[in-house]
């Protein structure tokens, strides 16, 4: 069964970084490009970035481009988004998903960005 | 990258059918066969439906359709029941290497 589960949600300041973690299970991690997408509250899903199975190539939404790195440990079947100079505006849940499609997510974690 | 277009809400009784359109243009939806429907109930994460226009992931009943026409994709739900009732999503591939989402459908069932 696939599993996906993020964690490093929370409260941070404006100006602030996160590190966002996804530890999947149930697939072979290092076969599938995977993603991130959040949504804010009562709005719709946004896509955020992906990354290809080896890592080598990563694509950005122009809303984050140059404020969040997303990686992946593939020893540790992890995927990364570290979030940087946050804004009020970035506040949502943020979601793993697996390959370009989404064709699985995981639960969720809450990033809220507020002083 | 603006939002994909798609209708506020569509509403039909049970056993109707109902379409959802998705409306992008020739950077995204016009230019590749990479639209992908999701459906959300509240609460809950989005679910994929249909991938690359027309396909169904297994699992997803063939009550759910998709097809394209030039700028504009569609989902069908033949068939509806009460456990449709949900928000939809559709998505496209961008010829900036990225994804865009649509606006959102609520879907009630009457």
């Known amino acids: 069964e696939v599993q996906l589960l993020e964690s490093g949600g929370g409260l941070a300041q404006p100006g602030g970084s996160l590190r966002l973690s996804c530890a999947a299970s149930?697939?072979?991690?290092?076969?599938?490009?995977m993603s991130w997408v959040r949504q804010a509250p009562g709005k719709g899903p946004e896509w955020v970035s992906a990354?290809?199975?080896?890592?080598?190539?990563?694509y950005y939404a122009d809303s984050v481009k140059g404020r969040f790195t997303i990686s992946r440990d593939n020893s540790k079947n992890t995927l990364y988004l570290q979030m940087n100079s946050l804004r009020a505006d970035d506040t949502a849940a943020y979601y793993c998903?697996?390959?370009?499609?989404?064709?699985?997510w995981g639960q969720g974690t809450l990033v809220t960005v507020s002083s | 990258q603006s939002a994909l277009t798609q209708p506020a809400s569509v509403s039909g009784s049970p056993g109707q059918s109902i379409t959802i359109s998705c409306t992008g243009t020739s950077s995204d939806v016009g230019a590749y066969n990479y639209v992908s429907w999701y459906q959300q109930h509240p609460g809950k994460a989005p679910k994929l439906m249909i991938y690359d226009v027309s396909n169904r992931p297994s699992g997803v009943s063939n009550r759910f359709s998709g097809s394209k026409s030039v700028n504009t994709a569609s989902l069908t739900i033949s068939g509806l029941q009460a456990e449709d009732e949900a928000d939809y999503y559709c998505s496209s591939y961008t010829s900036s290497s990225t994804y865009v989402f649509g606006t959102g459908t609520k879907v009630t069932v009457l």
């Open positions: 990354i290809s199975n080896s890592g080598s190539s990563t």
């Open positions: 149930g697939f072979t991690f290092s076969t599938y490009a």
């Open positions: 998903a697996k390959k370009w499609e989404l064709d699985y």
